[in-house]
């Protein structure tokens, strides 16, 4: 019996420091596996996005204005990956402030024309939400198509009971009574839209003045 | 160099700096000449760029990369503005600002950021700069925005607009000051208007006041984001956003 727990003390003597050894150079080398996995995953991804988009700009040199819109994108590509909340990754679009982001940024891609979107406040994105997205899309989208303008200016505000958007470009401007009826886009998917959902869309403009499209709704209360 | 960093005396230079009527308005003589600039920004490239923008609407008397040469070069030539990136090695702009300030209150601080990050931009605001313009503005609005910080002006982007009407968008804190706390209905339509992509001019003409009134509110909401009792501001307005997907 004495035997025994003399062999496991000196056991223990003997092996205590190799083990206590071993466990630590584990944790050390899990720690450095951790962070070298972390900077597996930025050199992935700045190789994936801001490596890619260098190269695509080096061979396109020559075109500005592609050059500018790869800038754009990579910048707001960039700009999401390093500066939004963990949570907002949740689910694509799933406020009404990343909605509006997005929607934003696929018009500006679309049509190379840059969007300074300005948001202010959040909510979750319902039905009514979603028809003002939709319907400030068509706005920029008209904008961009249409008033042949530098760039354009969202501002979206939203609050608890109401979201109100606005959609300004320093473009030619048009006669909003004078619109033709094969333009659908403004009576249908903006003004239509708006009001099917009980809100409703103004639309300043006159030509040379560039054009300031407004679209409010009344949220339901949750 | 070893300007005094105790908080009394930095809000002293705060309170001086952000004046809503700035005196050298009606000197005339300051019109025709330029405004003297140092650019501070860690990126060579950028600086270069800049001074090429700028060409000669304004007069660019030195450039620094670090917190540091910064703050020599501005001691050193004591500009009109000092364009200041806000993102930079050893504290960024918010340092500049503090070591320089105190010591020199009429040195005027432009913003300037490719930053989306509230409140790294409201920190720099509230350290004392006078405006915030992102980078992707064009040579020519950027001269203009020095000019006018020059003359004492407060120059609001439309997304420095956004980050303070979101900073403000609820009642009255529970602070004892109260007014300072809040934004006035006019004060509120004026930076909405900006935030919408209107200059200053065109405010003036849809609110119907004049341009002088339309800087004046612009400046007033300067002075209450610097001296406001809401020190969390900026963290405030970031938790405001996640409180509210919950619901009304």
């Keep these: 019996m004495a035997h025994a727990i003399v062999i496991v003390v000196a056991f223990m003597v003997v092996a205590g420091p190799w083990f206590l050894r071993l466990a630590r150079s584990l944790s050390f080398e899990r720690a450095a596996r951790i962070r070298e996995q972390e900077r597996a995953d930025v050199a992935a991804h700045l190789h994936d996005s801001v490596l890619q988009t260098l190269a695509l700009i080096q061979t396109r040199s020559s075109d500005g204005a592609a050059v500018a819109t790869l800038a754009r994108r990579q910048e707001r590509a960039l700009r999401r990956w390093l500066f939004e909340r963990p949570d907002a990754h949740s689910g694509e679009g799933d406020t009404i402030g990343t909605a509006l982001e997005l929607a934003a940024g696929e018009v500006e891609e679309l049509h190379g024309v840059p969007i300074e979107a300005v948001i202010v406040g959040d909510g979750r994105l319902d039905m009514r939400a979603e028809a003002l997205v939709q319907a400030t899309r068509e706005a920029m989208t008209n904008a961009a198509k249409f008033a042949r303008c530098e760039r354009i200016d969202l501002y979206a505000e939203i609050e608890a009971t109401r979201i109100v958007a606005f959609v300004r470009d320093r473009g030619v401007g048009f006669d909003a009574d004078a619109v033709p009826s094969d333009r659908r886009g403004l009576r249908d998917s903006i003004l239509g839209r708006m009001r099917r959902h009980g809100g409703r869309a103004t639309v300043h403009s006159a030509p040379g003045e560039g054009t300031e499209i407004e679209l409010l709704i009344e949220l339901q209360p949750a | ?248």
């Design chain 2, 1 to 248: 160099m070893s300007a005094p960093r105790s908080d009394g005396v930095a809000r002293q230079g705060l309170e001086r700096a952000g004046t809503p009527e700035a005196p050298c308005r009606d000197a005339t003589s300051h019109i025709d000449a330029k405004p003297r600039v140092v650019v501070v920004d860690d990126h060579g490239l950028f600086r270069a760029g800049v001074r090429a923008e700028l060409g000669d609407r304004v007069s660019v008397v030195a450039d620094a990369g670090t917190v540091a040469d910064a703050v020599r070069a501005i001691e050193r030539t004591t500009p009109d503005v000092v364009l200041l990136d806000v993102h930079m090695p050893d504290g960024g702009g918010v340092e500049v600002i503090r070591r320089v300030l105190p010591a020199l209150p009429a040195v005027r601080f432009l913003a300037l950021s490719v930053s989306d990050a509230a409140s790294d931009v409201i920190t720099v605001i509230r350290a004392g700069a006078r405006g915030y313009v992102t980078k992707t503005i064009s040579g020519a609005e950027l001269a203009e925005a020095i000019v006018r910080v020059a003359e004492g002006d407060a120059v609001f982007s439309p997304r420095l607009a956004g980050f303070v009407l979101d900073a403000f968008a609820r009642g009255p804190s529970p602070g004892e000051q109260a007014e300072l706390d809040q934004l006035t209905t006019r004060e509120r339509e004026v930076l909405q208007h900006i935030a919408r992509g209107y200059m200053y001019k065109e405010i003036a003409q849809r609110l119907e006041i004049s341009v002088k009134t339309v800087e004046a509110h612009v400046s007033a909401v300067l002075r209450k984001l610097q001296l406001s009792s809401r020190h969390e501001l900026s963290r405030w307005a970031i938790q405001r956003r996640l409180v509210n997907l919950d619901g009304p």
